[in-house]
């Protein structure tokens, strides 16, 4: 779709131009300085409450790599009574700038309702091509992997070498996944690989490998707009933890509050899952186990909401082995963030561990190195974190200047 205009007089940035329509685009992971390229026939704004049309923007992902972007156009002061969504798919093969001129598109197409209404409207001409040809095409393609998407990684690779120590930290792995409307699946292999080599004046060089090697992979049933139901199993081994080998397979309800279809926005979940766990250690462990089979379930409840006014995501989440009700883990977790008012946000994140579960632990104290080298998990009753942040912008209300040196 393509925009014309033509006018009369040069626009400055930061002089006040009332006939142009006043924009603020909310989007935490767009290219804002290709919008407003691309896009010039209207005023940005630094500040929502300053602008005429709020574009509030928010994604979902589509399989592994393609996504969805949900584009809500909120119309304020003159235009208060105008506001629509719609949606605009992303392939998985698509590029970065692929997706950000389909996102681009969206937002000027979505920009032509309250632009007609404007005193400029009716400068602009609006063109699209004939359909047709391409919308044939499209519909009589077939797809011969049957929605399965395939993806290599291993370009995590990180070396750092100094004088007398060196770290290297490597992963790869490989992603396959489904999604359909009704079924949902994941076949993830995945290998983790850390080296620290420390020379010492007087003594032995010291070296120290974790490994973290697993699969993740899950099958899920859609049973309804607010149920579904899967499968998920799960291998790791990892030297650092205990584990020479740990298989868990747990099957799973999930019921959300809301109709998936608004899950992009606002999502009340909750999750339960029981099954067992099937543990081997590299060493006997504080209760004196070697291998084990462990009864668990687990339920987790969260909510998400994303709106104009901020982001809010809470839950808890909580698992208990069966054959000892004692042996038992419990998390809260939160984040929020809030405009205040003009100009003025505050972020708060949170997370809260209670732990009382870690049965892989192994007997006998733990040496200086094998703490300082992360090669053991040490024993606790909680992990804790916050964190806490504002900001607050003033100035000029105009947004417009887009300029890339440095």
């Not at 395939?150 to 060196?166: A, I």
């Not at 999930?254 to 999502?267: H, I, K, Q, V, W």
Request: proline fraction near 4%.
């Amino acid at each position: 779709m393509l925009l014309m205009a033509a006018w009369t007089q040069p626009v400055i940035a930061q002089q006040i131009v009332p006939e142009r329509v006043l924009v603020y685009v909310d989007c935490t992971r767009c290219d804002f300085n290709h919008i407003r390229n691309e896009i010039r026939f209207v005023d940005y704004v630094r500040d929502q409450e300053q602008a005429n049309v709020h574009v509030f923007i928010t994604s979902t992902r589509v399989g592994i790599q393609g996504s969805q972007y949900q584009v809500s156009f909120l119309g304020r002061q003159e235009f208060a009574t105008t506001q629509f969504t719609f949606e605009r798919d992303v392939e998985p093969s698509a590029t970065s700038s692929e997706a950000r001129d389909i996102l681009t598109n969206a937002i000027r197409l979505g920009l032509v309702a309250f632009v007609a209404r404007s005193p400029h409207g009716a400068d602009f001409i609006v063109t699209y091509p004939t359909p047709g040809t391409e919308d044939q095409k499209l519909q009589s393609r077939r797809d011969p992997w049957r929605r399965w998407i395939f993806t290599l990684y291993g370009g995590d690779f990180e070396l750092e070498k100094e004088s007398r120590r060196t770290v290297f930290d490597s992963r790869w792995g490989f992603f396959a996944d489904h999604v359909s409307e009704e079924w949902k699946a994941r076949i993830r292999p995945y290998f983790n690989y850390d080296l620290v080599t420390i020379e010492r004046d007087n003594g032995p060089r010291v070296r120290s490998s974790i490994t973290r090697h697993g699969l993740d992979t899950y099958l899920i049933r859609s049973m309804g707009p607010q149920w579904s139901g899967g499968l998920f199993v799960d291998y790791i081994t990892r030297n650092d933890r205990n584990l020479r080998h740990n298989l868990d397979i747990l099957p799973a309800v999930e019921f959300s509050l809301l109709p998936y279809r608004l899950a992009t926005r606002r999502a009340i979940t909750f999750v339960y899952q029981v099954g067992f766990t099937y543990a081997d250690y590299h060493k006997e462990t504080i209760f004196g186990k070697t291998q084990e089979w462990l009864p668990r379930h687990q339920v987790r409840g969260f909510v998400a909401i994303r709106q104009p006014w901020g982001t809010i995501y809470a839950g808890l989440e909580g698992s208990q082995y069966l054959h000892d009700l004692e042996k038992r883990r419990a998390e809260l977790f939160s984040s929020l963030s809030l405009r205040v008012f003009e100009g003025m946000s505050v972020a708060v994140e949170g997370r809260f561990e209670m732990v009382r579960d870690q049965l892989s632990l192994p007997a006998g104290d733990a040496t200086l190195a094998e703490v300082l080298l992360q090669q053991r998990e040490l024993a606790t009753d909680y992990d804790l974190s916050v964190s806490f942040a504002f900001t607050y912008m003033f100035g000029s209300e105009f947004a417009n200047v887009v300029n890339t040196r440095f």
